[in-house]
């Protein structure tokens, strides 16, 4: 499918006015740098310590100790979310990086080459599209066992071929272009038009994709850690802690109820961000509000 | 039409062969000698020798491959480590939950997503669309086991209108069959439902731009006709590319689920197998399902040469 | 009695004002021209007969059509009146159509809906009225698709849908903007014959005042939403009582003051013995769609056997239809694209299958300038940048202070201070971007520059002015011109010699006013007959009043 998009032709400085008066923007904006405050807060202080299984203390409702309530095991339901906020993103984000930075040059390689190259590429990304994180992660933990990294490399594996598409289909509809054309004219070579010019006009582009990746991974670890393929316990991830919740649904809801909120909470924010950021540097989607 | 629809078909070919050397090499990796798992560790040397050789496992690795490759075709996925019988009678005894799951928890999806899409750009930038539309990006936040969860605890157990899981199996009758699924289904449908409803949305906004439904309405054909009769089947092409995506992602969703609801299906087989390192089950199942997303890619390839006629005359 | 009757009608859209007060008539079977430069607001006009206006959009004032208020009407009053009453024809053909759909269902669907004749019953009337455009049943089936049809015949089918219920108002926004001359006017002489067998009324928009007289009987003029002048299209234009009107129409028959030198150069033996590019027997083949899987496919010739050579400083016009493979030959000439066969020298040596690095000196001496001013520059970097870009070719790298100096000695050759460095292009206005563009190519003071197109996107005051500036720098810098272009007033403008493309072959070659006044192919007689020219217009105006 070919990819039409205008490139917003705008400062710096329009650009962050217009993202400050974006009510999507703002409020991913602010919803994602709580999460993220929260979870650099976890590294340094948390209202109780994970670690200490208090049995004494185990199932109890929210209260104004213990906000969120308690575990099977008597932790801090708020202190959990606030180390598993760290776990979440910290991988979700090594997976962005993971897809972005093979699935990006790998793309714009395509896009620049074509013919074989990138008739190549793109037969590889459907090879690695056929297999979706479950089942990466399904196939990694089969060979090495169980963990956290196995989650990492399964999300990162899928990212690949998402941003090699999107970075394919972004740098096709810019090599066309007249000014793409007169670099060549001045007797710029593939390479450097592709980091000169394509690439620069891509990257907001990249930068949603981002953030919906982004989404996805928080979402992904959090189904991966849930079957047991992703974080291991005792290190809190959200995941684990609905797995745990479930079977005690119905003495202790609150178990399920935060962490879930957490994860909800979270990929929101990413959505609405991605979501701003898309308004704000598509001049098409502007005029449509 | 004809070249499209070969090309297509050669690139889900390759693909799908491809896929299943990667699958056959990760076989390959796995420590431990499945003559020896089988067996046990008071075999002794000459036994485990001797079965694999039956088993094929001293074959030059091209053959190997082959061999399991041949196998596939014939739906011979080789024999479980632990249940000691065909692969295949296992898959075939889960697959009747799975498969019914995930193309109910489909249809539902597409059921709510396209009028909900179509609702939401006939109020556009009005109340309705911006309430639909905030529901859809919540939806889209959620994730499918926690949901799971949510019903089972307003359902299960707060109403108690269905069971909290488990599945009385199809003999037990169509209806109680289908009631057990019909919570699993809608934590599958609704976050599903929600990405659809905004690809929709986006997609009709985006055609509805275009020069051709100016034309349209400048024939004298009201704002709904022209939203029916040209902006749809332009509009489909990119609701039919998430359509697809989606089963993948609905495949991968059903594995999930179904632990949740202790429902009897290609995922609890899965997880059990991985506990249990019962690999050839791990990685029949996965090539099955790999097997199912490339199928539905290619009908999703497909469906657009029906959608376009621009991509009928185009190799 | 008027059949549309326009009242001081004022419109915005959110705060910007678009129209103010406008007031524009047409008869029945009235041709109306509606002439204006980019934003006058004469789409926008068009729209508002249509009720087809942006969201946003607030009209006051008075539309009757058919003694029907237009702007109180009811929404199913408007749909009963379009495509019915009032037909539309719109600029852009190639995305008029709606791509899923058969030809046959789209022009039979209105027919349908207005007289609720049955599928058979339309879609027989569909026949006639495409055999009608033109469009005749052997080629173009019902079943075809719009894809399957060039620009020209699209927008036949668009005239077809337009007109299918014989409305009695037609609204043609910029109908030929998007087509060559030739198909210009083809579907100008259809619509004529559409208007008189049926009495139609016509408004005819279009930036081109060439195209309005030919057409038109009476004439509006429009300016920033407001209306300038309006009148008898030949009294108009040959008094020119307003001053708009006056530069509207000087602008439009403009031609830069020049020296011939080349005349001389020509004369002159040390010139004649070295031209500066020689393109000899140059063919350039495209693989070719394949009919079915067993035959192989044919290739299509872009380029068949070109040869031509220009002298320094000379400045030569390339001229043909589109898709008559000038644009490849211009990329083959910029070294962007390599021939099947032949070779091109440049200076003497031969640059076709060179290495980027082998081409460095030859591009330092060769440039170009595009078509359009928006699409040329990278919207992320700021001008100094843009405009230095060609400077890569340079062996030594100037440093960033000379660099600036170089920069801003390009920019004030073009009309722009040395300020407008630290810009982004979206600050400029179309015509100085197109300034910009040239500054980007005679940065390198090169000996030749190809321009493609380098006017038509623009309106035809600002047009006159980048005309001039080119010719300034020809006799300034001595740079010679391949000048490529379907217009042939601007080809007469600025250029010493003309070559005719047709079919991929150079057809014609000769003086400028030589070809445009006698030409000897079939090729350029066409172009030539075709050619609206604003002089001739006028004068056969006049002729016919008596």
Redesign the interface.
Known sequence: ?TLRFD?????FADILVKAFTNRSFLTGFVITALVAAVAIVSFFWTPFDVTRLIIADKTQAPSPAHWFGTDHFGRDIFSMIMVGARNSIAVALVAVGIGMGVGVPLGALAAARGGVVDEAVM?LN??V???????SA??I???FGPGALNAIVAIGIFNIPVFARVARAGALAIWP???I?????????KALITI??VL??IVTLLLVQGTIQF?LGI?AE??LS???LGTQPPMPSWGRM?FD??TR??MA?WM??F??MA??????GL??LG?GIADILDP?SRR?? | MTAYLLKRLA?AL???V??SM??FA?LE???GDPARLMLGMNASADQVELLRNQMGLNAPLAARYLHWAGGLLSLDFGRSYTYSVPVIDLVRERIVVSLPLALIALALSTIIAIPVGLFSVGR??RAGDTIAMGAA??G????N??FA??L??LFA?WLRLVPAGGFPGWSAGVWPALKSLVLPAIALALPQAAILARVTRSAL?EVL?EDYIRTARAKGLPYRAVLWRHALRNAM??VL?ILGLQF??L??GT??IE??FYLPGLGRL??QA?TQ?D?IV??SV?ML??AA??AV?LLVDLSYAVVDPRLRSRQ | MSLLEIEKLSLTIGDTPILRDVELAVAPGEVMGLVGESGSGKSITALTVMRLLPWAARASGRVVFDGIDILAASEDQMCALRGDDIGMVFQEPMTALNPVKTIGEQVAEGIRWHTRASRADAEDRARKMLDRVGLPAAQFPLSRYPHELSGGQRQRVVIAIACALKPKLLIADEPTTALDVVLQAQILDLLRDLVSENRMGLLLISHDLAVVTEMAERITILRHGEVMEAGDTARTLSEQLHPYTRQLAQASMHVPARARTNEVGQDNPMLQAKPLLQVESVTRDYPGRRKSLLKRAVPTRAVDDVSFSIDPGQSVALVGRSGCGKSTLARMV?A?DGPTSGTIRFRGEVITDKS?AE??PA?RD???V???PY???????KVEK?VA??L??LDKRPTNAERREMVAKALHEVGLGPRDMDK???EFSGGQRQRLSIA?AIITRPKLVVADEPVSALDVSIRAQILDLFAELNQKLGVAYLFITHDLTVARAITDQVMIMHAGKIVERGRTSAVLDHPQSEAAKALVAAAPDLHRAIARRLQEQG
């Open positions: 499918m490139i917003p032709e705008e400062n037969r459907d090879l599209f056929a297999f979706p994180a479950l089942l399904i196939m933990t089969a060979i272009r007249e000014f054309l007169a670099a060549r004219a001045a007797g710029k070579g000169e010019h620069p006009n989404a979402l959090a189904g849930y079957v047991g609905l919740a479930q649904m119905g809801p399920a109820i962490p879930g994860i909800v909470v979270t990929v929101l959505n609405l979501d098409k449509q509000r | 690139i390759i693909t799908l491809l896929a990667v699958v990760v990796i796995i420590p556009h930038g990006q919540l889209v936040a959620v994730p086991f926690w969860l949510m089972i605890y157990v906004i731009n092409i990119p590319t993948a992602f495949l991968a594995i999930i632990n949740v899965v997880f991985i390192r690999l791990v990685e996965v399902l790999v997303v490339i890619n | 910029l962007l980027e081409l460095k591009r060769m440039q170009v595009f078509q359009d699409g040329s520059f990278d919207p992320r970097q843009l870009e060609p890569h070719v982004y292009p979206h980007r």
